[in-house]
């Protein structure tokens, strides 16, 4: 199954239709602005029949059309890709895999490499300034004739301010047609992680400014069973509100967690209705004109004025009339 960055788009705008797996929070290339702040020596999977299961429970659900594949650097563990892609593909599932390319560096690529790559529908290969100190043009580039010379669709991410060089090295690695075998997927800068002491947020707005969120209901699920409902970095660290994660030790309390993301109003409703209109929710009224740094920002303080379990009328009401309306 051959995806695009619209295709990847698309399914992650449909409530159930796609997930993330979070394969590994190691990654040996060491980047001034990593969000997650993965290092060679951060957590891996350590038990793989929970994640054997893990990779179970997402390729037997009906609804999933696709797994966005990240860490860290999935390619460093290798045991885990290989079990992750092999179960997915063979599900029939679309499986959009995340890198920076850093497997490159030998002139020969290793066959199960190329066999990993081959079996997914489409890669997000990273680079920006920060990237290039640690993976010269010269890896890149054989990175990206690699992932194409397997028949996949290529997506290179960029800060935007890198595109210019970005599509200097697509040139360089295919020619001016390049356009036909990839894409580019520009990218702001995240003031997460590493990246925090980089980045500032450019300003603040009303709550009730703020539209939709586009990755509300798109759960993922990490190598040891923590299941967050969206997938933004410092969640996935273990910040922000609790709400918005769930520790489970057992496959069917994952398999709980991510329907109760799916379907969750609040969510459901950030997505289709945006945060600025709920904030007219009685529930979240004294929000309206606060000042908030990003929709995460407003989701997180929103989701601590939220019962674990919301089956508020009105939300789930305006939902349904959203997502029926075809706003999602």
Known sequence: MRMTLGDVSYDRSIPGRSAGLYLTARCPVGCAHCSVDSRPDSPTISDFNLFTEIVQELSGRKALNSVGI????????????????????EAGKGIALFTSGVWAQPAEIPKWIRSAIRKVSCVFLSTDTYHAANIDDAVFIRAIQTIVSEN?????????????????????????????????????????????????????????AFGRCSLSVSPLVR???MVAACCNEEVIMGKGAGRL??????????????????????????????????????????????????????????????????KDPVLKAAVLVAEVGGIS
């Open 223 to 225: 190598y040891d069973g």
């Open 152 to 208: 996949v669709w290529l997506i290179v991410q960029v800060l935007r301010r890198d595109i210019d060089s970005a599509t200097r090295l697509l040139d360089e690695a295919l020619g001016l047609d390049w356009p036909s075998f990839a894409e580019i997927s520009p990218i702001s800068e995240l003031p997460y992680g590493r990246g925090a002491s980089l980045f500032e947020s450019s300003g603040s707005w009303p709550a009730h």
């Open 245 to 310: 994660r769930r520790h489970c030790s057992t496959v069917d309390e994952i398999a709980t967690a991510l329907d109760d993301y799916v379907s969750d109003p609040l969510l459901r409703g950030l997505h289709s209705v945006g945060a600025g209109s709920i904030v007219s929710h009685p529930r979240y009224q004294t929000l309206e004109n606060e000042p908030f740094k990003s929709i995460c920002d407003l989701c997180w303080t929103m989701q601590r004025m939220t019962p674990g379990v919301d």
């Open 70 to 89: 990240s860490g860290g650097e999935p390619f460093v563990e290798r045991r885990g890709l290989v079990i992750a892609i092999n179960e997915l593909s």
